[in-house]
Antibody, heavy 121, light 108 residues
């Protein structure tokens, strides 16, 4: 079965750090770009970051640039998001998302169920 | 950054009616790198349309997408009870990737 399973979400204090993981199964992980997309409570979708499938080229949204780092381990079929200097406005459900191809210009064809990150003191 | 503006914010319709959702881009989206997603409460989004007009696998043919350049439309020809949800457009042609603010289709 093709699926994405996120983990690592929790309550963290402002200024803290957290690492999210996403375990992929049912497809050749290294052949596809992967993204993180977040959704604040009651709000719309916001793309966070993308990493290409083979060369590791990365892209970031302006709101997280310099604070978040996306990475992947193709040998473990796992995607990561290292989040530092967390702010209250980072509170959201974070979705792991598979692209339809290797590079940037591909649509999102598979979404995980999401993991909740809450930034609060 | 390409800003996507969806309208209306909320669409109140009855089952069996036709729904027309609009997505307007602040600049032309090359090669129709435009997708539509459906999200139901408590669920992850689901891909409906990619390339502006191609239906994703398993999506019923009552869903159709059209448009090019800066103006795109998602049409649901006859609303079924399971179609009441929030719909998002997204451009994936340039970074940063961006989503529209969403259109909620609710039961009238």
């Amino acid at each position: 079965e093709v699926q994405l399973l996120e983990s690592g979400g929790s309550l963290v204090q402002p200024g803290g750090s957290l690492r999210l993981s996403c375990a992929a199964s049912g497809f050749t992980f290294s052949n596809y770009a992967m993204s993180w997309v977040r959704q604040a409570p009651g709000k719309g979708l916001e793309w966070v970051s993308l990493i290409c499938g083979n060369n590791g080229v990365t892209y970031y949204g302006d709101s997280v640039k310099g604070r978040f780092t996306i990475s992947r381990d193709n040998s473990k079929n796992t995607l990561y998001l290292q989040m530092n200097s967390l702010r209250a406005e980072d509170t959201a459900v974070y979705y792991c998302v598979k692209s339809s191809g290797l590079l940037l210009k591909n649509w999102f064809d598979l979404w995980g169920q999401g993991t909740l990150v809450t930034v609060s003191s | 950054e390409i800003v996507l503006t969806q309208s209306p914010g909320t669409l109140s319709l009855s089952p069996g009616e036709r729904a027309t959702l609009s997505c307007r881009a602040s600049q032309s989206i090359s090669s129709s790198y435009l997708a539509w997603y459906q999200q139901k409460p408590g669920q992850a989004p689901r891909l409906l349309i990619y390339g502006a007009s191609s239906r994703a696998t398993g999506i019923p043919d009552r869903f159709s997408g059209s448009g090019s350049g800066t103006d795109f439309t998602l049409t649901i020809s006859r609303l079924e009870p399971e179609d009441f949800a929030v719909y998002y457009c997204q451009q994936y042609g340039s970074s940063p990737l961006t989503f529209g603010g969403g259109t909620k289709v609710e039961i009238k």
